[in-house]
Structures are given as structure tokens and as C-alpha cells.
């Protein structure tokens, strides 16, 4: 044998984890009882780890479809301890918003929120006339509830009830978070 030869030989084993640090994943099962959610991946033909943990990014929490695709990594080029990043449902990623543009999607591709290149955010949908400010919505439901208990309540003293107050609350009015609009 030669010198390359036996650094290749030497290397093979280095080599063949390092290629295996990375592979693609489909989700075939979800454990979404637990901290960290467990997720059964199939890997190559037959390949299968079970029990790996679905890493998401602190402060958001996605059940994934089955059949999604996902990153598999290899802890330290262990395929014991497999963790999975960035799933996604191929065909359902909602398409054509501009750049700078984003937000959340359903299991169906329809935008839950999303974010528009002016910064406003739509709830609901990603355009449309049919939006109301966000804060209105809020600010009316608050606010028919707030007059409704103040304007019902009674006076109690030591004689009996004053009865309703006689100045009744009008509406309060907007409060901001223009640019927020749901559908």
C-alpha cells in the first residue's frame, strides 16, 4: 500500500460520520407531550430514528405535518442522537411575497399573519379590503363591555339603592396599533 492509500484508510472511518452529521428527514411521527417535542424520522431507504428532538426557536411552537421534510443532524456525528431542524410541508409554503415580506402559515399554505413590506401586520390573511384595525377590534369589545358594567351598576347605602348612575360612559375611543389589521 501506498502513502495515500493508507491516510485514506486512516481517515475512512472520520470521514464516513462526518457525512452522516447532516442528513435529509421526512417526519413520520410526533410526540408533542413533552418538553421537546419526540419525532420519528425516516432517513435513507430503510433508515428510521425514533425518538429524536424537534429543535424550534425559543418562544415559538409548531406541531408539524406528518410527511414533512426536515434537516436531521448528528450530534457529534452520532446517529444516536439525532436532533431536527426546519421542517416544512413541501407545496404548502405559501409563495410571492416580496422581499422583506413574511409571516405564519397554516397546514393549509393560507397566511395567519403576516408582516407586509411596510411593516404592517395582517391577521388573517396577507391582503384584502376587508381588514379592520386590530386595536379597533380590541378597543370596541373592551369597550361596549366596560360601559355595559359601569353604566348597569347601583349605589347601595345604608337606606337602600341610588339606582344607575345618571351620567352614562360614551365610547372611549382608539388607543394606537395602527398598523395591525385583521380580517
Known sequence: MGFVEDVGKAVAPIASRVRAMVKRAVIERIDDTKGTQAVQVSLLADEVADGCEHMQPFGLSFHPVKGSDAVALAVQGD?????????TKRGVRPTGAKEGEGGLYDKTGAWRVFIDENGVAHIGAQTGTDFVALDQKIQNAVDSKIRAIFNAHVHTDAMGGTGPPTTQISPLGSVGATNAKAK
Open 79 to 87: 446517529p444516536g442522537h439525532m436532533i431536527i431542524i426546519a421542517a
